[in-house]
């Protein structure tokens, strides 16, 4: 079975904190991609990073950066010096692989982040 | 460009009602996606649709059904309505349906629209 795992349901933070959310997820595909999605209160998802399974680097792009490792089946999302913009739902998704295919998406739960000025 | 848009974005009816929700992708996507988003949670798959057939359905009852045109936009569905059916309903499209690509030709990022809120009394 798929399944997507973040186990934080709200974070708060001030302004200028650095905050990281948390992904586990489980699959027993060998091909298999990950996604972050945010939601801002106006409910459409924006697409934030793809990462596929052969693909363990780590990446950064301005104040978010996501630490992906295989043994541990995580895909964390950090992001740095945080703003009260960044207050939004943000969500770890997992494609469908092989057995379920690739552009269905296994969602978590979501993880609420407000950024206070 | 316009991205993907839904209608209505509101929406109230009673149970046992049925429901129809539209999407118009992303001009040159061909596939269109329904997930349904209940308050608190992530959103669940509900359709796959590319090149007007079904490449995929979620674990959802008959009384959900789509369809896309020849244009590849698409409509959701949704018949004798009940409680639980209350939900924010994101339509996503994305070029091509996806693959087990080595080489990134795989999973295709899917666009969201801004969701169809759906309440059932």
């Known amino acids: 079975a798929q399944k997507v795992t973040q186990a934080q349901t709200e974070i708060s933070v001030v302004e200028k904190e650095d905050v990281t959310l948390d992904c586990v997820y489980e699959?027993?595909?060998?091909?298999?991609?990950l996604f972050w999605y945010k939601q801002p209160p106006s409910g459409e998802l924006v697409f934030l990073i793809r990462r596929n399974s052969f693909d363990e680097q780590n990446e950064i792009s301005g104040r978010y950066s996501w630490n992906f490792q295989k043994s541990t089946s995580s895909f964390n999302f950090t992001i740095t010096a945080s703003q009260v913009v960044d207050s939004a739902v943000y969500f770890c998704?997992?494609?469908?692989?092989?057995?379920?295919?690739?552009?269905?998406?296994?969602f978590g739960a979501g993880t609420r982040l407000a950024v206070h000025p | 460009d316009a991205g993907v848009t839904q209608s209505p974005t509101h929406l109230i009816k009673t149970r046992g009602q049925q429901v129809t929700l539209r999407c118009s992708p992303i001009?040159?996507?061909?596939?269109v996606s329904w997930y349904q988003q209940v308050l608190g949670q992530g959103p669940q798959f509900i359709f796959q649709?590319?090149?007007?057939?079904?490449?995929g359905r979620g674990n959802f009852p008959d009384r959900f059904s789509a369809r896309q045109f020849p244009n590849y936009s698409s409509e959701l569905n949704v018949n004798a309505l009940l409680l639980g059916d209350s939900a924010l309903y994101l339509c996503?499209?994305?070029?091509?349906?996806?693959?087990?690509?080595?080489?990134?030709?795989?999973?295709?990022?899917?666009?969201f629209g801004a969701g169809s809120r759906l309440t059932v009394l």
């Open positions: 699959t027993r595909d060998t091909t298999y991609y």
């Open positions: 996503a499209s994305s070029l091509y349906i996806g693959g087990s690509g080595r080489d990134g030709s795989g999973a295709n990022v899917l666009t």
């Open positions: 998704a997992l494609s469908g692989g092989v057995s379920g295919g690739y552009n269905k998406l296994i």
């Open positions: 001009s040159g996507h061909k596939s």
């Open positions: 649709y590319y090149e007007k057939e079904e490449r």
